[in-house]
């Protein structure tokens, strides 16, 4: 089993940046992409980044420009940066692995991690 283990969240003010950690732990073979997810009360859980070990790398229309996404693969590790961070950025935030098996392909999911931005 892959266990996600997310840190770096908390409560900030409009304008300011935090950034997010996620370690995976276990067995963490056959993984192809690692990210993050978000989802805000009432809404649907949207895509935030996500990388895939080639670097291709896929952001999100709300993180476009403000977000960017990271990875070191030999630690399993995927990082958040995020700037200019706005109220409308308050959700879970929710770390994403992909691994490719001998099954299929296989998602694991993070407990999350608060990130509330304060006007």
């Known amino acids: 089993q892959v266990q996600l283990v997310e840190s770096g969240g908390g409560l900030v003010q409009a304008g300011e940046s935090l950034r997010l950690s996620c370690e995976a732990s276990?067995?963490?073979?056959?993984?192809?992409?690692m990210g993050w997810f978000r989802q805000a009360p009432g809404k649907q859980r949207e895509l935030v980044a996500i990388?895939?070990?080639?670097?291709?790398?896929t952001v999100g229309e709300s993180a476009k420009g403000r977000f960017a996404i990271s990875r070191d693969i030999a630690k399993n590790t995927v990082y958040l940066q995020m700037n200019g961070l706005k109220v409308g950025d308050s959700a879970v935030y929710y770390c994403?692995?992909?691994?490719?098996?001998?099954?299929?392909?296989?998602?694991?999911w993070g407990q999350g991690t608060q990130v509330t931005v304060d006007s």
């Open positions: 994403y692995m992909q691994r490719s098996l001998s099954h299929g392909l296989q998602s694991t």
């Open positions: 276990g067995s963490t073979f056959g993984v192809t992409a």
């Open positions: 990388q895939s070990n080639n670097g291709q790398t």
